[in-house]
């Protein structure tokens, strides 16, 4: 880990000791106590149907990054997609809009002899089906339940329409990047002469180069979808799984500590569109933004005694607990695995 990622990681844990701390001083329903007796008393079956559902979070991103790979090399399996998911997570949750995520996760992917623009092109089809996924579950959540929706603050709603926009405008771009390539090139330059003019762009040079890297690398990464058509679905499938793993640990421990079975799928909408909501907030793990989106969501479910308490109890579980256990998979996998980096081919 490089001292900028060092550093990241204890801004973090900095803002997550923050936000508990929050939540728990000015939220008038929290009680430690009580917590604790809900995790003692919880019931043991629904509670361990929520750590095998995060699990199977992590599970799931790596099945996908290894189908990908198994498909590019033409049937050369790769056996560690436990550890180049664990990587993402990890790091995606301690950098500003998930940006270390997909780097630290592509180092495995080359150490284990993978060369780097397959390594990158495999997390770029990841990254497109994680998007078509979360914008599916979401739309889903929000069609099904709006007027739980509506009873949001103007904030919440604002933050889930902000969320939907941007999943809705990256995968405009992609698609537009298989068959409007040369319209994408146009609007990209607009745009960043635009930015440029406005002074909101410095070393313009580097930039607009950076710029037209990221263009051709999903502009291979486009291409590369329509010759593996089988691939792609089983990618999305298996993206849709982990999607649905997330959601459902904040359904499982809100049943666990004996939650209506009733509200049960509103619970699931709350988390599905908190993940829409705080998706692109350039802070670590959407940390904050996520956590506002879940008390607002959660103090509309009839049942819920304690919003404070059961948003601590699903956030802890789905995000703490789960980063925690990515974090040491990651050191396990850096210092265990044999190195065997190579060079592009």
């Avoid at 579950?137 to 099904?144: F, N, R, Y």
């Avoid at 799984?241 to 939650?259: D, H, K, N, T």
Wanted: net charge positive.
């Amino acid at each position: 880990m490089n001292k900028k990622k060092l550093l990241w990681l204890l801004v973090s844990i900095v803002i997550a000791v923050l936000i508990i701390w929050t939540i728990a001083s000015q939220c008038s329903s929290f009680s430690l106590k009580e917590l604790y007796i809900d995790i003692l008393t919880a019931n043991k079956c629904w509670f361990m149907l929520g750590i095998i559902s995060m699990l199977g979070f992590i599970y799931f991103e790596g099945k996908a990054i290894c189908v990908i790979i198994k498909e590019l090399l033409h049937g050369r399996p790769r056996k560690h997609g436990v550890l180049y998911a664990a990587s993402d997570i990890f790091f995606s949750s301690i950098t500003p809009s998930a940006t270390g995520g997909q780097p630290a996760s592509a180092y495995f992917i080359m150490r284990d002899g993978v060369s780097a623009s397959v390594a990158m092109i495999t997390l770029l089809i990841n990254l497109v089906m994680y998007t078509f996924s979360l914008m599916i579950t979401g739309a889903v959540s929000l069609i099904l339940h709006f007027d739980l929706y509506k009873e949001y603050s103007v904030l919440g709603r604002i933050l889930v329409i902000i969320g939907f926009l941007i999943l809705i405008l990256c995968a405009i771009a992609f698609i537009m990047l298989v068959f409007k390539e040369s319209l994408t090139y146009y609007i990209a330059n607009k745009i960043f002469n635009i930015l440029v003019k406005i002074h909101l762009i410095r070393n313009v040079e580097k930039r607009y180069l950076k710029m037209t890297y990221l263009l051709e690398e999903y502009r291979s990464c486009a291409q590369m979808l329509l010759k593996y058509k089988k691939m792609l679905v089983n990618v999305f499938v298996l993206n849709l799984f982990q999607r649905i793993c997330q959601i459902s640990v904040s359904m499982f421990m809100y049943l666990a500590v004996g939650g209506d079975k009733s509200y049960a799928s509103s619970v699931w909408a709350v988390q599905s569109l908190a993940l829409v909501g705080s998706n692109g907030m350039p802070v670590p793990g959407a940390m904050g933004v996520i956590d506002y989106l879940l008390l607002e969501g959660f103090s509309h479910i009839n049942g819920i005694d304690s919003v404070a308490n059961m948003e601590l109890l699903v956030r802890g579980v789905s995000f703490y607990i789960c980063v925690g256990l990515c974090g040491i998979i990651t050191l396990w996998g850096y210092f265990t695995k044999p190195r065997i980096i190579i060079k592009d081919r």
